[in-house]
């Protein structure tokens, strides 16, 4: 093995990395879209092998919200009793916007369809009406 062959697998594995990184995005694409189009969760995991959890990344991470789309979810948020600032999203692991009660510490995201997601559902605020 000399430098020269060295250099050529390391740029066949850069090569690979790439194009393996555009289908990883495309692969992302095609889940939002499913989900969109009413596939179940369960089916994209057996189809895509991805599990469920992830999936629910993929779908949540996807675009970025609106304005509306965000005001929207914080007063459908609000509107079940969760104090919460818009002006003051936070990130969330995945890079995410979240908006999070300052009383339960729920939060709700702008899903993939820019609709309001909260892991509480609607569920109303626990501490409602605590200050
Ligand atoms: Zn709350």
């Not at 990184?21 to 092998?49: F, H, N, Y």
């Not at 459908?76 to 003051?88: P, V």
């Not at 009660?101 to 609709?115: E, P």
């Amino acid at each position: 093995m000399d430098k020269r062959s060295l250099a050529q697998m390391a740029q066949r594995f850069r090569e690979a990395e790439q194009r393996a990184e555009i289908l990883r995005q495309e692969l992302a694409v095609a889940i939002r879209q499913a989900d969109v189009d009413g596939v179940a969760q369960k089916d994209i995991s057996e189809a895509t092998g991805y599990t469920r959890q992830q999936i629910r990344r993929i779908v949540l991470a996807s675009g970025d919200a609106t304005p509306a789309q965000v005001e929207a979810a914080v007063e459908w948020f609000a509107g079940l009793g969760h104090d919460i600032d818009i002006e003051a999203p936070e990130a969330d692991a995945h890079g995410r916007q979240v908006w999070r009660c300052r009383k339960c510490g729920s939060h709700v995201a702008v899903n993939g369809q820019g609709k309001p997601h909260s892991p509480s559902g609607k569920a109303r605020c626990a501490r409602e009406g605590e200050s």
